[in-house]
């Protein structure tokens, strides 16, 4: 069966950076966009950053030059670096994977998701 599963999040102060982890498994990892998500609390799910299976990016307008997101097909990871980080940057952030050759930002597009990691940024 498919799994995504996240990893790196935590605690970090304004301005701060981390880097969070996704690693896939249970499908043809090049085949799939694979895309970040976030979810505060009391807010709908969304659209962060995410990246297509030939390397072509797309980042939300608030985290644009920001944060990165880079993919290692050989360890069926995806990635995102996040840097000079903001309260509002808190959210609990879910990896997904959508088989298509075409990056979409909405929920609905994405096949598989991870269970979530939470990135708290304090000022």
């Known amino acids: 069966q498919v799994q995504l599963v996240e990893s790196g999040g935590g605690s970090a102060r304004a301005g701060g950076s981390l880097r969070l982890s996704c690693v896939a498994s249970g499908l043809t990892f090049s085949l799939y966009v694979m895309g970040w998500f976030r979810q505060a609390p009391g807010k709908e799910r969304e659209f962060v950053a995410a990246?297509?299976?030939?390397?072509?990016?797309y980042y939300a307008d608030s985290v644009k030059g920001r944060f990165s997101i880079s993919r290692d097909n050989a360890k069926n990871t995806v990635y995102l670096q996040m840097n000079s980080l903001k309260p509002e940057d808190t959210a609990v952030y879910y990896c997904?994977?959508?088989?298509?050759?075409?990056?979409?930002?909405?929920?609905?597009?994405?096949?598989?998701w991870g269970q979530g990691t939470q990135v708290t940024v304090s000022s």
């Open positions: 997904a994977a959508d088989y298509s050759n075409i990056i979409f930002t909405i929920v609905s597009a994405y096949d598989y």
């Open positions: 990246i297509s299976r030939s390397a072509n990016t």
